[in-house]
């Protein structure tokens, strides 16, 4: 066993205390990971303050994973000793079932083990990425391109995939019209992602505070929503809408923006169910639809294509200590636009 330093809660809203966690014998196909870099997801505050329910406690939240392998199990072959890794948002899945096979392990019917506050095939629960190392098994691991800053590829991991297996799927591409709702920590790498796959891409947002930001990220057109002109004007406009935002829509409103066949995609998750009327969808043959993450092999083209397009997201670092003053900072909508934790303050 590998005991390691980690930040952990106790129990729902607790502060953050260091402890240490023992990280499991290496296995033939495992690989242990010496993480230098651990990024802050919004979903991180939802676990550790229990608002979805279900919560494991303690916890160690963490699935923005970034470092460098230490130790390989004997039968490893895509990693050696050196390398420069990531994981993702899970570690296992059952490898048999449909979605397995075709490469999206997030929808494995098994039930994917997620990186931290969930549990392993063995019951054992499952502790994240604000610690000094992990054990992974080998297929649940990425590789980080030698251009992409370690760092700065760590929020790529979670807001990165996020984005990007969406806009991939629904076809974001020369000749589309793609709308971004937000420019937060998803929607400012959504932007960079639409752009470089060559589609014509607008932004939504509450006011007129980011458009700057959000042209210089490569957004064609900025509309703030808060001015009711914007919805008229940009009626039946959109072949796919990406909602990056964790607030309740007017869903209605939004549905208008979109063409005959466009999709409204939800990648948010308010804490409230979303209303609509279905005429929304029955006039123009729409659309509502939500995305997870991506499979590994999708990460690793992600990660592959981040580091030929120069997309980055935009980060600030933390120390281990300053991580619940990040959290706060979340919450208030203070961040442009992702912390990342320096595992070496832990």
Known sequence: MTQTRVLSVSHAKAPF????????ELRPHDILIDIKFSGICHSDIHSAHDEWGGGIFPMVPGHEIVGLVEAVGTEVTKFTVGDRVGVGCFVDSCGECEYCLKGEE?????????TYNSRDYDGNPTYGGYSQKIVVTEGFVVGIPDVLDMNIASPLLCAGITTYSPLKHWNAGPGKKVAIVGVGGLGHLAIQYAHAMGAEVTVLSRSNDKKDEALELGADQYFATSDPATFTALASHFDLILNTVSANLDVDSYLSLLRVDGTLVNVGAP???????????????????GSLVGGIRETQEMLDFSAEHGIAPKIEIVHADQVGEAYERV??????YRFVIDVSTL
């Open 271 to 289: 804490g409230k169910p979303d209303q609509y009327n279905v005429f929304s969808l029955l006039m123009g043959r729409r659309s509502i639809a």
């Open 331 to 336: 919450l208030r909508s203070d961040v442009r």
């Open 17 to 24: 205390e260091r402890t240490t966690i023992q990280r499991r």
């Open 106 to 114: 997030q929808y494995c019917t098994k039930g994917v083990v997620q």
